[in-house]
């Protein structure tokens, strides 16, 4: 089986060569470049399986990269800081990236986020319907303007195909496979990211945010995806009303 290939994008050389040291020592090819524009150059030639994404860069910071990147691939996408305001990692989050980690973190620390984020991307869609008939299973979910296909991982509101990111994806049919049950934000993260993620769980807040914003008529009275005040999300089945 060939190596994962991670791209490395970091105009800081020793941020390169210690985070490529500790990844090429667990078993992962490393490619890197040392801008935004050599990045996007980059993902053409190797179509790595990862991608680690500095923020503050020369020429293109991190989040136009990610917005340029996310028209090409829906691999992971990390973001690798100094920064640690709320709103970069919320914008950061907002251009379709899957995690956000401060430079302060240890390597190896690193190094498991990325494991756990390739573990999750090998495995999507990560759940199988457990409220529905499961005598046969279902790569097809129909609600009330909503079509999910779980095998093309297409989603058509309305008749018209929405563009999901990733996790959003994953987010929506692990909820919809399992109409009206309640997830905690910290499950949705075990489930979604893995419980070895060691990420943040405000994480899931802003996906969801973020895929209400193309699914509802009004994000902030959605129809699909409730909040349960206290407890965490749900998905509302109006066929069955």
Same mark, same amino acid.
């Given at each position: 089986?060939?190596?994962?290939?991670?791209?490395?994008?970091?105009?800081?050389?020793?941020?390169?060569?210690?985070?490529?040291?500790?990844?090429?020592?667990?078993?992962?090819?490393?490619?890197?470049?040392?801008?935004?524009? /050599?990045?996007?150059?980059?993902?053409?030639?190797?179509?790595?399986?990862?991608?680690?994404?500095?923020?503050?860069?020369?020429?293109?910071?991190?989040?136009?990269?990610?917005?340029?990147?996310?028209?090409?691939?829906?691999?992971?996408?990390?973001?690798?800081?100094?920064?640690? /305001?709320?709103?970069?990692?919320?914008?950061?989050?907002?251009?379709?990236?899957?995690?956000?980690?401060?430079?302060?973190?240890?390597?190896?620390?690193?190094?498991?986020?990325?494991?756990?984020?390739? #573990?999750?991307? #090998?495995?999507?869609?990560?759940?199988?319907?457990?409220?529905?008939?499961?005598?046969?299973?279902?790569?097809?979910?129909?609600?009330?303007?909503?079509?999910?296909?779980?095998?093309?991982?297409?989603?058509?509101?309305?008749?018209?195909?929405?563009?999901?990111?990733? =996790?959003?994806?994953?987010?929506?049919?692990?909820?919809?496979?399992?109409?009206? #049950?309640?997830?905690?934000?910290?499950?949705?993260?075990?489930?979604?990211?893995? /419980?070895?993620?060691?990420?943040?769980?405000?994480?899931?807040?802003?996906?969801?945010?973020?895929?209400?914003? =193309?699914? /509802?008529?009004?994000?902030?009275?959605?129809?699909?995806?409730?909040?349960?005040?206290?407890?965490?999300?749900?998905?509302?089945?109006?066929?069955?009303?």
């Amino acid at each position: 089986m060939a190596s994962e290939v991670i791209l490395l994008v970091d105009d800081d050389p020793d941020m390169i060569e210690v985070l490529g040291v500790y990844l090429k020592k667990n078993g992962y090819e490393v490619v890197t470049a040392g801008d935004g524009i /050599e990045a996007v150059e980059t993902l053409e030639i190797h179509q790595p399986d990862l991608i680690m994404l500095d923020v503050v860069m020369p020429n293109l910071d991190g989040f136009e990269v990610c917005h340029l990147i996310r028209k090409k691939t829906e691999v992971p996408i990390l973001f690798l800081s100094s920064k640690e /305001e709320d709103m970069d990692k919320i914008l950061g989050l907002g251009v379709g990236g899957d995690d956000y980690i401060s430079k302060t973190t240890s390597p190896a620390v690193i190094v498991a986020k990325i494991k756990a984020h390739l #573990r999750r991307s #090998r495995t999507f869609p990560p759940i199988q319907p457990n409220n529905r008939d499961t005598s046969k299973k279902q790569s097809v979910l129909e609600y009330p303007g909503l079509f999910i296909n779980l095998e093309s991982t297409t989603v058509k509101l309305n008749g018209s195909v929405v563009k999901l990111a990733a =996790k959003e994806f994953q987010i929506l049919s692990l909820l919809a496979q399992n109409p009206e #049950r309640v997830y905690s934000v910290e499950k949705l993260f075990e489930l979604i990211w893995g /419980e070895d993620s060691l990420g943040d769980y405000r994480t899931v807040m802003v996906h969801i945010s973020n895929l209400r914003k =193309k699914i /509802e008529a009004n994000p902030d009275d959605p129809t699909y995806i409730k909040t349960i005040r206290g407890i965490g999300y749900k998905f509302i089945d109006k066929t069955s009303e």
